[in-house]
């Protein structure tokens, strides 16, 4: 799929020889990405000693780091995990994060670029949040933390919810914010933020990102990328260079998923850079005119019939990296009874999730 021009673009698939020379590739990187796992540089909070020692070399863009290991080749494979699914540009977002997503069984889907094996969860994301859900004891439903008050002296946490119309306090012995600790968020939340909270969450980031789904009539593959070969080689002897996505809030994918027999694609368009605030109104009016535009070119009778915005991929600069922001962050951990569980200690994945919660709760409680 190109979303410039809304057209649809033959699956791309390798020749024997291209395939085994991505396995040799790939193996090659596999063997860092295990050094760096083993050394412990990968873990959660990346704060370890082996994540400090190395944090020029994780710091540094995907492009980059590739490039300094003879991989350069791989630079094209990374933008269907990194760039299709929003988490940036391969020329900005830290190898650290792409570290982290590539799991060895993962790195095979990077060859799969269109296909339709990729892994989907073709009844919709909900369906792990309600099962998860159900097994969860005491929750409350639509309870939205509207302040914090960190009451030092008896070491306890004063919460106010809005329920509704309603306010509820509780007073609690240890809070976690589980959600991106945006500035603008949580200086909200919390009434006594200090000086350096401050210079922390000002630094954490997301994208403008909106998901969007769409009725598309006649479309057939699961997966459809807005990456686009610059030459089509018929032989497919070489790994297709792909025009890089300009990341001008273009939808940049389409995935098909099933509401009960019908097929409709969830679309992904996002705004390059590193925002501190997710999409606002002119945002979404933007991303929203051009997935118009290249869903009419793909069929004229396509729709869209809803659209939303989250604080998508929590992360930091390479140069909040090299400065030291995951050594602050943990600094800050449990001041006052306040603890922050988000995918920013890890990477913006549903597993990257889990695994993130169960080592926080190891480490901090
Ligand atoms: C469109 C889209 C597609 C994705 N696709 C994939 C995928 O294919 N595979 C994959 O592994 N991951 C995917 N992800 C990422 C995945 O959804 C996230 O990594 C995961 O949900 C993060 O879990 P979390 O618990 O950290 O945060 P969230 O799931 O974001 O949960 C945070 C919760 O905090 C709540 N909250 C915020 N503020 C307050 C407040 N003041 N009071 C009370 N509650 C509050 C929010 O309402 C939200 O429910 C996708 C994400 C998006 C948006």
Known sequence: MDPKRGLIFPKLTYSPVIT???KRLTDKFKSYWGQLSQSGALEMGYNSAAANEKLDEL?????????????????PLFYP????????????????????????????????IGDNTAFQVKEGFDT???????????????????????????????????????????????TILAFPPLLGQVATLLSDINWKEKHIFSQVKVHKYMTSG????????????????????????????????????????????????????????????????????????LMLTKLTGTLRKIHPFSRT?????????PHVTGQSIRDGFYRDFESIQGDGGLYFA???????????AIEMGEKFVDKYF
């Not at 540009?89 to 060859?111: H, P």
Request: some cysteine; hydrophobic content about 40%.
């Open 20 to 22: 085994a020379k991505i």
């Open 59 to 75: 710091s540094m863009p995907i492009d980059k780091w590739l490039s300094g290991h003879n991989l350069s080749e791989l630079i």
């Open 81 to 112: 995990p990194i760039t299709a699914q929003g988490y940036g540009d391969v020329r900005n977002i830290a190898v650290l994060y792409a570290m982290k997503l590539i799991v060895a069984e993962d790195i095979e889907l990077l060859t799969l």
């Open 128 to 174: 792990f949040v309600h099962r998860i859900a159900e097994t969860v004891r005491d929750k409350y439903l639509g309870w939205r933390a509207v302040r914090i008050e960190r009451l030092r002296q008896t070491g306890t946490q004063q919460v106010t919810f809005r329920v509704g119309n309603f306010q509820i306090v509780r007073t609690c012995g240890k």
């Open 214 to 285: 769409n009725d598309i009539p006649n479309l057939q593959r699961n997966v459809y990328l807005g990456l686009v070969p610059i030459s089509r080689n018929e032989s497919r002897d070489i790994i297709p260079e792909l025009i890089p996505y300009a990341g001008d809030g273009e939808v940049v994918a389409f995935t098909k998923q099933m509401k009960g027999t019908r097929p409709y694609y969830t679309g992904y368009s996002w705004i390059y850079g590193d925002y501190t605030d997710p999409a606002n109104g002119a945002d979404i009016f």
């Open 305 to 313: 019939l809803f659209t939303s915005v989250t604080d998508y991929f």
């Open 342 to 352: 988000t995918t920013l200690l890890t990477f913006e994945t549903v597993n990257g």
